[in-house]
């Protein structure tokens, strides 16, 4: 038997796992509590991060912090007039930290503000459970930090796209099963009649 040199093998290959966030929440507004106690809006939002972080094509670095504040109508409409110059409220918005190509070496990811009114309203319009609602605007919100937006519409059929494979992690509905895109990022007024 000649000696030989042992062939090498790599270790076998383990799937990479998703980064991580560090989640701030705040709920701002007693009414979140309508959905359950912060534990389980915590675990709704780190359920929703992370099927989010699954899909999306821009990873941030691990352990990059996100916070997520939920409030009220009253107050969102004061954050929406006072940085975007739109005074109504809204559902969902999103305050990116970095610009897209800085993400994965940002500690800090961004901020995402939640209109409790706003999204019982729409649940409520739309035949779907608040819980699953919250669950899509933070995944959407989540998304805006990442990087993507819905201003085209190729961007709002990527984007929606995205949006309805990480809730089907979730087991929850395509919320744009009847065809309509976001192509409008500013919802109706709150005194003006859901769409039909």
Request: net charge negative; proline share 9%; charged share 30%.
């Amino acid at each position: 038997m000649k000696d030989r040199p042992r062939s090498r093998r790599s270790a076998p290959r383990t799937p990479k796992a998703e980064p991580t966030l560090a989640i701030a929440l705040r709920a701002q507004s007693r009414r979140w509590r309508d959905l359950g106690d912060l534990a389980a809006l915590r675990e709704r939002v780190t359920q929703a991060t992370e099927a989010a972080l699954a899909v999306a094509p821009l990873k941030p670095l691990t352990g990059a912090e996100v916070s997520l504040l939920l409030t009220d109508d009253k107050r969102i409409r004061i954050v929406n007039r006072d940085w975007r110059g739109i005074d109504k409220a809204t559902n969902v918005l999103s305050f990116p930290a970095a610009p897209p190509e800085r993400i994965a070496a940002s500690p800090l990811l961004g901020d995402i503000v939640l209109a409790y009114e706003t999204v019982a309203r729409e649940a409520l319009s739309e035949g779907k459970s608040a819980s699953d609602h919250l669950s899509h605007l933070v995944i959407h919100g989540l998304l805006h930090l990442l990087g993507e937006d819905h201003e085209t519409e190729a961007e709002a059929q990527r984007m929606e796209s995205l949006e309805v494979a990480a809730l089907a992690r979730l087991g929850i509905a395509d919320p744009y099963a009847d065809g309509e895109l976001l192509t409008n990022p500013h919802p109706p007024l709150p005194d003006q009649p859901p769409r039909p």
